[in-house]
Nanobody, 124 residues
Framework: VQLQASGGGLVQAGDSLRLSCIAS????????IGWFRRAPGKVREFVAA????????VYADHLQGRFTISRDNAKNTVTLQMYSLKSEDTAVYYC??????????????????WGQGTLVTVSS
């Protein structure tokens, strides 16, 4: 599967932004999808992930309540809706797909396909 992340840009603190991850291929619903991000000077961290059917989702503890992940398997798309953005949300956001199991993992080794990333810059 090939993944294309989009929707990044420059926004003001407090704004909302929606990122999309579009996948190629016909077996999209056999992958869990996760979002990760790398802030300047920091290691990449987990953001959110969703199960194959979309019935289950997990979030980084410090982001839950501001970020929402969803998917539309008919459109091969996963969306990350971000609210009340803060300057510390500035990062390159990556989507990733994993086909090992339907366990919605927070860890990178469970994801074997990665998109190229989209930059989100939050100005204060």
């Amino acid at each position: 599967v090939q993944l294309q992340a989009s929707g990044g840009g420059l926004v003001q603190a407090g704004d909302s932004l929606r990122l999309s991850c579009i996948a190629s291929g016909r077996t999209f619903d056999t992958y869990i999808i996760g979002w990760f991000r790398r802030a300047p000077g920091k290691v990449r961290e987990f953001v959110a992930a969703i199960s194959r059917s979309g019935s289950s989702a997990v979030y980084a503890d410090h982001l839950q309540g501001r970020f929402t992940i969803s998917r539309d398997n008919a459109k091969n798309t996963v969306t990350l809706q971000m609210y009340s953005l803060k300057s510390e949300d500035t990062a390159v956001y990556y989507c990733a797909a994993g086909d090992y199991s339907d366990y919605v993992s927070r860890t990178e080794p469970r994801y074997n396909y990665w998109g190229q990333g989209t930059l989100v810059t939050v100005s204060s």
